[in-house]
């Protein structure tokens, strides 16, 4: 039995060995920390019966003054091999994307995905609802093209809306599943590896 929970800094140390173990961007206990401590809501795992971290997904809230939107982006997720074909990428995402628009008040989340990771692309487009909006040449660190994918929620800041949010999110808890492939890090720019994102 698998559930979703809101991540701690405690689980920092399991969330970056699943990353380590699945992307091949990886980031250090820093960057997890920076996350956790910034936008403590926005980060959740998936816990086996044995406490384990199996799946993670850590997102934050784009600040810049130049956002013209208040918006969330999903900086990583990832499902150990173990784990997946359970729609647990699905659920993260899932409560990620509900505490962005829930309490931020963002209207809409983005990411980024290799173009050659077919599975990933699949779940952001097929299953959640993803478009794509641009192809960024040479994003990641070895020079390949990123597809910059953005979903927009129904009306955010609306009280009904935000109820039926809060049901879907109560399902999923409950175990309502969807399939779901291998996922991608957003990873890191070729360009200010060092920034941070």
């Known amino acids: 039995m698998v559930s979703i929970r809101q991540a701690t800094t405690k689980d920092m140390f399991q969330m970056q060995n699943c990353n380590l173990n699945n992307l091949p961007e990886n980031y250090n206990m820093k960057y997890y920390l920076y996350h956790a401590l910034s936008w403590p809501q926005l980060l959740y795992v998936a816990e086996d019966e044995n406490k384990k971290v199996v799946g993670y997904v850590m997102a934050k809230m784009e600040d810049e003054k130049e956002v013209e939107k208040s918006h969330g982006h999903i900086t990583s997720i990832s499902v150990k091999g173990s784990h997946r074909k359970l729609g647990l990428a699905t659920k993260l995402m899932r409560a ?102």
Request: glycine share 10%.
């Open 96 to 197: 990620s994307h509900h505490q962005m628009s829930f309490l931020y008040g963002a209207e809409y989340c983005s990411l980024h995905v290799r173009v050659s990771n077919i599975a990933a692309v699949g779940l952001y487009n097929g299953v959640l609802g993803y478009e794509i909006i641009k192809t960024e040449v040479g994003y990641y660190a070895d020079g390949e093209d990123a597809y910059d994918m953005r979903l927009y929620f129904t009306n955010p800041t609306d009280p009904a809306a935000s109820s039926e949010e809060v049901k879907k999110e109560q399902d999923l808890m409950k175990g309502d599943t969807g399939k779901d492939g291998e996922m991608a890090g957003e990873g890191k720019k070729k360009r200010n590896k060092k920034k941070m994102m």
